[in-house]
């Protein structure tokens, strides 16, 4: 059975502080991993990791995958009281003959304060 | 329409009636998923269709059916809704490779 367990589960900080996320995973036929930002509806997109080592940033927010320890990282710089939300990890994973299916951890609730 | 539609955004509904949660997409993606978000545990799969005509079960499809009449449409089916299904529903599609795109949720409360 696919496995994504994020960790920690909530976090409080101060604007300004630089924050980490952490996503370990097991899966089978790993595809893809993903991150999303979850303010009061839907997810939304965050970054797509594929290959070990390759940082993909975005602004203040960047994200790295190891596929050997089995693990991705989030980091937040200087927050922003904006950034409050839920942080989702997900594993995409399959065969591409059958499809793809997302498994998500229980997600990150972060709260910054001004 | 742009993207996923889910329908309706809310509803109460009482235990036992027979729901129909819909979701509609203009992508032309081929896979489309439905996930239920509880406090604690996360989004998890309820069921998913690679591609139309056909169907699997997820990691929570008890009490839930769905079907995939054509490419766009995924409707997700409680036959006699119960307390415990009372949770925050999202569809979502996906064109392998791109990533996935959310629909808005429908917030559903069983009493």
């Known amino acids: 059975e696919d496995k994504v367990v994020q960790s920690p589960l909530s976090l409080v900080v101060h604007e300004g502080d630089t924050v980490t996320l952490n996503c370990s995973y097991e899966v089978t036929n790993f595809r893809s991993l993903l991150w999303y930002k979850q303010e009061k509806k839907a997810p939304t997109f965050l970054f797509m990791l594929?290959?070990?080592?390759i940082e993909k940033k975005s602004g203040r927010l960047s994200s790295i995958l190891d596929k050997k320890e089995l693990f991705s990282i989030l980091n937040i710089t200087a927050t922003q009281t904006g950034d409050s939300a839920i942080y989702l990890c997900a594993v995409e994973a399959g065969l591409w003959a059958s499809g793809s299916r997302l498994t998500f951890g229980e997600g990150t609730q972060l709260t910054v304060n001004p | 329409i742009a993207g996923i539609t889910q329908a309706p955004t809310s509803q109460i509904l009482a235990a036992g009636r027979r729901m129909t949660l819909r979701c509609t997409q203009d992508m032309r993606h081929n896979a489309m998923y439905w996930y239920r978000q509880d406090l604690g545990l996360g989004l998890r799969l309820i069921h998913y269709?690679?591609?139309?005509?056909?169907?699997g079960k997820g990691e929570v499809p008890d009490g839930y059916s769905v079907s995939r009449a054509n490419t766009d449409d995924f409707p997700l089916t409680l036959a006699s809704a119960v307390p415990s299904q009372t949770s925050v529903y999202f569809c979502?599609?996906?064109?392998?490779?791109?990533?996935?795109?959310f629909g808005s949720g429908t917030r559903l409360t069983v009493v």
């Open positions: 979502a599609s996906s064109d392998s490779g791109y990533g996935y795109t």
């Open positions: 269709s690679n591609t139309a005509g056909t169907t």
């Open positions: 594929t290959s070990s080592g």
